[in-house]
């Protein structure tokens, strides 16, 4: 086991965590689990968190304050921006091709689906700003009459949901700040608050880039004691990560155990919540695989034609698997920098630079979720969505995408923003929510592999990628 390598104990620590979590709860250990083993499972991602921060700020100084020349920072900049804006674009666009094509609301049982329909109907008359996007009555066909006042019981019932509506306000929020709002967000008023909030990201690599790009400009007798401090301390930060990750297993093991723990009482009860949603869930399951397993692949052998199909995985999956295990971008950032870096091959400067920026505006599995979510639930609420409304679902999961925090289930607050961006219930991601933790943890592992694919490319187009490395 000790000259195992740590991708492979990371899948035993996931198996076991899997193995764990049935026979626990099929002999009623969940609250002990929850009480005695989940908590590892936190302690390990606060670990990562306090250590993501203060190495994405340091990384960033001391990557732009070693470049050559400043304006290479622009284009290095620009293609980044540009890359991650095409994969999200690309996974948006593969994500309503699949639901369009496999229709995973169809599924759902049809009385379920027109009384579904009906609610949608006594939403949009009762709701001020609400219209039926299809213009068809439902409601004023008399065979669905008695069906009618069941539909209203129903959603009488469901118009308090605490969740939902914490997230509609959260959604509120981010929808009501202006046009430049997101321009005024990345510029920290205090980065000693920016420090302490990984949600403020943005806010800490502008004040990284900042900072190197001023060292730059003063004389280098006086940058280079700051740039020798800076060096020092992103060391030591690298150290921790490689300290952290060699109780990774035992770690990834807790976590696993901890959420399968949370999401039902018995196996048999996860295995009906997913027969539920299973049409869903397979979709998304099936658009989140080929990004990985094709989409970014392609992208490596057309552009960066030496590193092979295999070695590509081999290279980047203890972040991978540690992706799944979190469930956060953030979360997984030193370890996906640790695999890039000393695993790829891409120089310190381009993973420093690039993949911070990927952690906080690269949400491809996120945007391939909500445009697959969006459609399939106005499938089961039997509303037809125009191409031009599915164009609308592209820019604005594209849009938000950028604006949603690399932290667990941040993509529900964007999705209600998605589907209020069509004329849709906000109400709606309740119905999903269910199956949200798992089908999360999977966009997560699309997400960083995403970001390993990003600054492979930008490495080899700047002439700063050595394959040579052999991968840990």
Same mark, same amino acid.
């Given at each position: 086991?000790?000259?195992?390598?740590?991708?492979?104990?990371?899948?035993?620590?996931?198996?076991?965590?899997?193995?764990?979590?049935?026979?626990?709860?099929?002999?009623?250990?969940?609250?002990?689990?929850?009480?005695?083993?989940?908590?590892?499972?936190?302690?390990?991602?606060?670990?990562?968190?306090?250590?993501? *921060?203060?190495?994405?700020?340091?990384?960033?100084?001391?990557? *732009?304050?070693?470049?050559?020349?400043?304006?290479?920072?622009?284009?290095?900049?620009?293609?980044?921006?540009?890359?991650?804006?095409?994969?999200?674009?690309?996974?948006?666009?593969?994500?309503?091709?699949?639901?369009?094509?496999?229709?995973?609301?169809?599924?759902?049982?049809?009385?379920?689906?027109?009384?579904?329909?009906?609610?949608?109907?006594?939403?949009? %008359?009762?709701?001020?700003?609400?219209?039926?996007? &299809?213009?068809?009555?439902?409601?004023?066909?008399?065979?669905?009459?008695?069906?009618?006042?069941?539909?209203?019981?129903?959603?009488?019932?469901?118009?308090?949901?605490?969740?939902?509506?914490?997230?509609?306000?959260?959604?509120?929020?981010?929808?009501?700040?202006?046009?430049?709002?997101?321009?005024?967000?990345?510029?920290?008023?205090?980065?000693?608050?920016?420090?302490?909030?990984s949600g403020k990201m943005l806010q800490v690599i502008?004040?990284?880039?900042?900072?190197?790009?001023?060292?730059?400009?003063?004389?280098?007798?006086?940058?280079?004691?700051?740039?020798? *401090?800076?060096?020092?301390?992103?060391?030591?930060?690298?150290?921790?990560?490689?300290?952290? @990750?060699?109780?990774?297993?035992?770690?990834?093991?807790?976590?696993?155990?901890?959420?399968?723990?949370?999401?039902?009482?018995?196996?048999?009860?996860?295995?009906?919540?997913?027969?539920?949603?299973?049409?869903?869930?397979?979709?998304?399951?099936?658009?989140?695989?080929?990004?990985?397993?094709?989409?970014?692949?392609?992208?490596?052998?057309?552009?960066?034609?030496?590193?092979?199909?295999?070695?590509?995985?081999?290279?980047?999956?203890?972040?991978?698997?540690?992706?799944?295990?979190?469930?956060?971008?953030?979360?997984?950032?030193?370890?996906?920098?640790?695999?890039?870096?000393? %695993?790829?091959?891409?120089?310190? %400067?381009?993973?420093?630079?690039?993949?911070?920026?990927?952690?906080? *505006? %690269? @949400?491809?599995?996120?945007?391939?979720?909500?445009?697959?979510?969006?459609?399939?639930?106005?499938? @089961?609420?039997?509303?037809d969505l125009t191409l031009g409304q599915q164009l609308?679902?592209?820019?604005?999961?594209?849009?938000?995408?950028?604006g949603s925090a690399a932290v667990p289930s941040a993509?529900?607050?964007? @999705?209600?923003?998605?589907?209020?961006?069509?004329?849709?219930?906000?109400?709606?991601?309740?119905?999903?929510?269910?199956? &949200?933790?798992?089908?999360?943890?999977?966009?997560?592992?699309?997400?960083?592999?995403?970001?390993?694919?990003?600054?492979?490319?930008?490495?080899?187009?700047?002439?700063?990628?050595?394959?040579?490395?052999?991968?840990?």
């Amino acid at each position: 086991m000790k000259n195992l390598p740590l991708h492979w104990k990371i899948i035993i620590g996931l198996i076991i965590g899997i193995i764990y979590s049935i026979v626990s709860s099929s002999l009623g250990w969940n609250k002990f689990t929850q009480d005695w083993i989940d908590p590892f499972g936190t302690i390990f991602i606060r670990l990562l968190k306090f250590i993501a *921060v203060p190495l994405v700020l340091f990384s960033i100084i001391g990557g *732009v304050s070693a470049l050559p020349d400043p304006s290479k920072l622009g284009r290095m900049g620009a293609k980044t921006l540009a890359a991650y804006l095409t994969t999200t674009v690309a996974a948006v666009t593969i994500g309503l091709l699949l639901v369009n094509t496999l229709k995973p609301g169809h599924y759902i049982d049809e009385g379920q689906r027109i009384k579904n329909r009906l609610k949608y109907e006594l939403w949009a %008359n009762a709701n001020p700003h609400g219209k039926i996007l &299809d213009h068809k009555d439902y409601l004023a066909k008399p065979e669905y009459a008695e069906l009618a006042v069941s539909a209203k019981e129903a959603m009488q019932a469901e118009e308090h949901n605490q969740t939902v509506e914490e997230r509609v306000r959260a959604a509120e929020a981010f929808k009501d700040s202006g046009p430049l709002q997101f321009f005024v967000d990345f510029v920290p008023d205090n980065i000693f608050a920016a420090l302490t909030d990984s949600g403020k990201m943005l806010q800490v690599i502008f004040f990284g880039i900042f900072f190197g790009v001023t060292l730059l400009l003063i004389p280098k007798e006086l940058s280079a004691p700051v740039i020798q *401090v800076v060096n020092g301390i992103n060391e030591v930060f690298l150290k921790m990560v490689e300290l952290v @990750m060699q109780a990774a297993p035992f770690f990834v093991f807790a976590l696993m155990a901890g959420v399968i723990s949370k999401m039902a009482d018995t196996p048999a009860e996860v295995l009906e919540i997913f027969k539920g949603l299973l049409s869903y869930s397979l979709v998304v399951l099936l658009g989140l695989a080929i990004m990985i397993f094709l989409f970014y692949p392609g992208l490596i052998t057309l552009l960066v034609r030496k590193l092979s199909y295999s070695e590509f995985f081999r290279r980047i999956s203890p972040a991978q698997f540690l992706a799944f295990s979190t469930s956060s971008s953030a979360a997984t950032l030193p370890v996906t920098m640790e695999c890039v870096r000393d %695993n790829l091959g891409v120089s310190q %400067n381009v993973t420093n630079f690039v993949l911070p920026i990927g952690a906080t *505006v %690269n @949400m491809d599995g996120t945007s391939l979720y909500q445009a697959v979510a969006v459609v399939f639930l106005a499938q @089961m609420h039997l509303v037809d969505l125009t191409l031009g409304q599915q164009l609308t679902i592209v820019l604005t999961a594209t849009l938000a995408s950028v604006g949603s925090a690399a932290v667990p289930s941040a993509g529900l607050v964007m @999705m209600i923003i998605v589907l209020q961006s069509v004329g849709l219930n906000p109400a709606w991601i309740a119905i999903i929510f269910p199956v &949200d933790r798992i089908l999360d943890m999977c966009r997560t592992v699309v997400n960083v592999t995403g970001d390993a694919t990003v600054s492979s490319i930008i490495a080899q187009s700047e002439g700063e990628l050595n394959l040579d490395v052999q991968a840990g």
